[in-house]
């Protein structure tokens, strides 16, 4: 019973999807229809992305480029600012729930070696914010653009320019707030930066490169199915092993939930009605209660305006804890590290993420 309570904790919106897919089966029972429920494209780009992060987390390459950066940095604002930026692009590169396992121990690290504590709450909930906000620019910074660019077939350059307008705010909100909130205290970081292994960088570097090339249709996504796993079953098996499966397993369940959903007429009716309205503030709210990739996936069934539900199911990844998944990470990282103080952090997350929301929700609404 007790590993039964603990797989639920640890894959709380598997779990969920999962009882969604059920009983939206039970509605519409299972027929050869259900087949064309998956994108398994976006399956396998989503795999070959994850298999190889997790080789390149394996020889720590993340985590010393990250650490080389920051022992540069001698004041706290900048070394703060530093470790938010890295999340920020690192989400672009490594999707946002990745950029976040791996950065937020480097900036636990950085506070608790310089007794920086205070600024403990702060940075993990401002890398919270950069790991949400800046994996919107690229196709597969976030699990839900991976799926909504291959759904509507959105050209590349359109993709980045639907997205730069929100991404530029981000940047601009997320710089402001650390002028305001840290001062520029000296400090300096003890200890050297672990050394990487050359051959197995520049390996696991050319399978990223391949992933990304197969993200972009450059090459047959299948492809990257047979290539990837073949040379990292030799190279790295530890990294397959590694995958998040529960979150793909979570793509599938709500496939599933999704394709259910838009066969009913009057939940289809609702929603094509709800969505002609305002397709961006639906999708933002609908984050808020549903968490952004289930959103993205559901709300797609419904609507062809693909501009304004990608900004939508993006910048709703701010707000509440449960807007993505990234935010359950953060919060249960911080907690784990910080036992106690649960109620602050809480409040704390709460005021920034949704004064970011607020931002460019009504700037994204005027644009």
């Known amino acids: 019973m007790n590993k039964i309570i603990s797989f639920i904790k640890g894959n709380t919106v598997l779990c969920i999807a999962a009882l969604a897919a059920v009983i939206t089966s039970i509605i519409i029972p299972p027929d050869v229809k259900y087949l064309g429920y998956f994108d398994f494209k976006t399956l396998t780009c989503l795999?070959?992305?994850?298999?190889?992060?997790?080789?390149?987390?394996?020889?720590?390459?993340?985590?010393?480029?990250?650490?080389?950066?920051?022992?540069?940095?001698?004041?706290?604002?900048l070394c703060i600012l530093t470790l938010i930026y890295i999340t920020f692009i690192g989400s672009m590169l490594i999707a946002n729930d990745m950029a976040l396992l791996t950065f937020l121990p480097l900036g636990y690290f950085v506070l608790t070696s310089t007794h920086k504590e205070k600024y403990m709450a702060f940075t993990f909930i401002m890398q919270n914010i950069a790991a949400n906000l800046g994996g919107m620019l690229t196709p597969f910074g976030n699990p839900q653009n991976l799926f909504l660019y291959?759904?509507?077939?959105?050209?590349?350059?359109?993709?980045?320019?639907?997205?730069?307008?929100?991404?530029?705010?981000?940047?601009a909100l997320i710089t402001l707030c650390c002028f305001i909130f840290v001062k520029p205290e000296a400090l300096e970081v003890e200890g050297e930066a672990p050394k990487l292994d050359k051959k197995r960088t520049m390996l696991y570097l050319a399978l990223f490169a391949f992933s990304i090339i197969i993200v972009f249709r450059v090459v047959p996504y299948w492809l990257g199915l047979i290539i990837i796993p073949a040379v990292l079953l030799f190279a790295d098996r530890h990294a397959l092993q590694q995958v998040d499966y529960p979150l793909l397993l979570t793509f599938v369940c709500f496939f599933i939930f999704a394709g259910n959903m838009g066969r009913i007429d009057l939940i289809q009716n609702f929603f094509a009605w709800l969505l002609e309205k305002n397709t961006l503030l639906v999708s933002v709210l609908s984050c808020q209660f549903i968490s952004n990739v289930p959103s993205a996936i559901l709300l797609s069934q419904f609507t062809t305006n693909y501009q304004d539900l990608l900004i939508g199911v993006n910048i709703g990844g701010a707000g509440t804890l449960i807007a993505s998944l990234a935010s359950l990470i953060t919060f249960r990282e911080y907690t784990k590290n910080n036992p106690g103080q649960t109620v602050r952090y809480v409040e704390l997350f709460s005021a920034m993420n949704f004064g970011f929301l607020a931002v460019l929700t009504g700037a994204m609404s005027v644009i």
């Open 47 to 77: 795999f070959c992305t994850l298999a190889v992060i997790c080789a390149l987390r394996d020889i720590s390459f993340f985590y010393t480029v990250a650490q080389k950066i920051v022992r540069k940095v001698k004041n706290a604002r």
């Open 150 to 171: 291959s759904k509507f077939n959105i050209p590349t350059l359109e993709f980045m320019q639907i997205m730069f307008p929100p991404f530029i705010i981000s940047i």
